[in-house]
């Protein structure tokens, strides 16, 4: 008897997750052509998946942005909610996984019941007392026979790893987020500074065409215009005032932390370095670099694999149930051999008739795994949507950026002459007014490129994947420029390594073995 009960379990515990109804996985073409990005030309040559294990410390140059960032990834609210659903699904998982074992549970009593003579069934003429004392342990364990078991808990464990992805996206998402706000604060600043040496230039400007005016030297129309310039120089300098307040607010805000009240910018934006250039790469390797891809197919996964539950649900299930432990009248007398106890109940249940449910489930399981596929097909049209326009700007704006720059010479060589015209009087005030309204919007349009510029960049990286992890992976300490001996050579060694992830699945495995 020992020996059949031991077999019977272990080819019970065989039968459990053996295989699944699921239909067999197959990742749905790419909907866009992995051979080359819509406006690549030869002038900018990024790369996608070696951009994806470039640390944002090797990629960001300014340190004051990197100590902010840092604060961020530790104090953001978003991406804390992300980490907590990856342990609240790592959780999810592990209860999907319990099923595949036995629950055994262990029950003792001991019940003392007084029976009165007036009971006709006591014929013993006095009161009657009686004890029942008991010690069993329950088994209880459902046979995986169609694979239901596995596929949801295949479905949990996509569920999981599409956690992961999500966590990593946030994560990205916020790196970018800070960096562009930070140099928006930074833009700000800048133009606010320049708007207050044009608002001393319009003053002097001013006091000097007043003088003459008091003097009966000019009319009462270039005392007129200068004021006006003046004026509209204020209003100009509020602005920026209100603008850097409120990018040091959303700055904070995506920070998570009190910020320094006087917060400077580490560099200038007329600095050539802020950002670190991106190695090159193919376009194809977009799709195991962007986490949101990599979230959608785990989606797709979880999809496919409850398709498999909807299918088994359709079949009996077997349920083994078994007791085994001591009965006895005294409680002395438990542990007797004789008062040894046991039972087995295996039973089957048969969906007979239920009103077409099971059929609406396996149809409801189809079309959610037909809406993931379209899901995946959109991200991966929505990240080449991305890195093509981002593509489209780089192509132009080193042109942009050097047109700017000789028009803001222009306009400030125009306005040093018309000053030294006017001061010989062979020029109007008119004329000083036009030339000041030029070099000042010549100056502020220069920085508003030269922060687009930097801000492409960082969409550029945040587009290719980049951005989920401070350091390097593979502890270097530099990343090199792929193309060159030096680039491919780092690219060999890691990958024959195995130290690139084309996801976060491995990392997300070992995170799971520490809940455990």
């Known amino acids: 008897m020992k020996k059949s009960s031991f077999y019977i379990s272990l ?22 052509g992995n051979d080359r990005f819509n406006g690549a030309g030869t002038q900018v040559e990024l790369g996608a998946g070696h951009a994806a294990f470039l640390g944002w410390r090797h990629f960001y140059k300014d340190e004051t942005l990197c100590r902010l960032m840092q604060q961020g990834l530790e104090n953001n609210r978003d991406l804390r909610v992300a980490v907590l659903n990856i342990e609240k699904l790592a959780a999810a998982y592990r209860i999907n996984r319990s099923l595949f074992f036995p629950s055994v549970n ?27 004392s008991q010690a069993v342990g329950l088994i209880s364990y459902e046979l995986d026979i169609w694979g239901r078991i596995k596929s949801l808990n295949d479905a949990a464990y996509e569920n999981y790893l599409r956690a992961a992805e999500v966590e990593r996206t946030v994560r990205i998402t916020l790196a ?32 000097i065409v007043s003088e003459n ?22 209003d100009s300098v509020e602005q920026l005032k209100a603008a850097k307040a409120q990018a040091y607010n959303a700055l904070q805000l995506l920070v998570g932390s009190q910020l320094p009240e006087t917060l400077v910018p580490g560099k200038s934006l007329t600095d050539e370095a802020l950002v670190a250039d991106l190695p ?27 398709i498999g539950a909807a299918r088994a649900a359709f079949f009996p299930s077997v349920t083994l149930t078994a007791s085994a432990g001591w009965a006895a009248g005294e409680h002395n007398e438990l542990l007797h051999r004789n008062a040894r106890t046991w039972q087995i109940s295996p039973s089957v249940n048969l969906p007979i008739f239920n009103g077409g449910r099971l059929a609406a489930e396996l149809d409801v399981a189809k079309l959610e795994r037909e ?16 890195v093509s326009d981002e593509f489209a700007v780089a192509n132009t704006i080193e042109q942009r950026v050097a047109a700017q720059d000789i028009y803001l010479k222009s306009e400030k060589r125009r306005y040093e002459i018309v000053r030294d015209n006017y001061d010989c009087g062979n020029a109007s005030s008119l004329d000083v007014i036009l030339a000041h309204q030029a070099y000042f919007g010549a100056q502020q349009s220069a920085l508003a490129t030269r922060f687009e510029r930097v801000c492409n960049k960082i969409r550029f990286y945040k587009a290719l994947g980049g951005g989920w992890t401070a350091e390097a992976i593979g502890g270097n300490e530099e990343i090199v420029s792929a193309g060159t001996e030096e680039g491919q050579a780092f690219e060999e060694e890691f990958v024959d390594q195995n130290l690139v992830p084309t996801s976060c699945e491995a990392m997300a495995k070992e995170s799971l073995e520490d809940f455990e």
């Open 11 to 32: 080819f019970a515990l065989a039968l459990g997750g053996c295989w699944t109804m699921a239909p067999d996985y197959e990742r749905p073409q790419s909907p866009v």
């Open 280 to 306: 090159a790469g193919l376009p194809s390797e977009l799709l195991t670099a962007r986490p949101d891809i990599l979230a959608a197919e785990h989606a797709l996964k979880a999809a496919n694999a409850n």
């Open 213 to 234: 005016y008091n003097s009966g030297l000019v009319s009462e129309l270039d005392f007129s215009m200068a004021e006006a310039q003046y004026q509209q120089t204020v």
């Open 371 to 386: 809406v993931e596929i379209a899901n995946y097909e959109k991200a991966i049209q929505a990240a080449f949507k991305e």
């Open 106 to 132: 262990g029950n003792a009593s001991w019940t003392r019941t007084r029976t009165p003579e007036t009971v006709p069934s006591n014929v013993t003429g006095s009161a009657l007392r009686t004890n029942n």
């Open 176 to 207: 970018a987020s800070i960096a562009q706000q930070y140099y928006a604060y930074s833009l700000a600043t800048e133009q606010l500074e320049i708007s207050q040496k044009m608002l001393a230039l319009a003053k002097e400007y001013r006091d």
